[in-house]
């Protein structure tokens, strides 16, 4: 019996391959931007650091 063949995977265009990668990176520097505005940001909501804390 023959295997059918199958065509490869087509891959993506490298412009979107690095609007991701760089989309990706923005999100995750994102969450430590805020950090050292944190203690400035709970009191200005008079807010424990605990609570400041949970901000993404």
Known sequence: MAEALQPAPERLP???????????????????????????IGRSFSASLHAVGLVP
Request: hydrophobic share 50%; charged share 5%; proline share 7%.
């Open 14 to 40: 490298l412009r979107i391959v690095w609007t991701m990668a760089i989309a990706s990176g923005a999100t995750v520097a994102n969450l430590y931007y805020n950090q050292p505005l944190l203690p400035e």
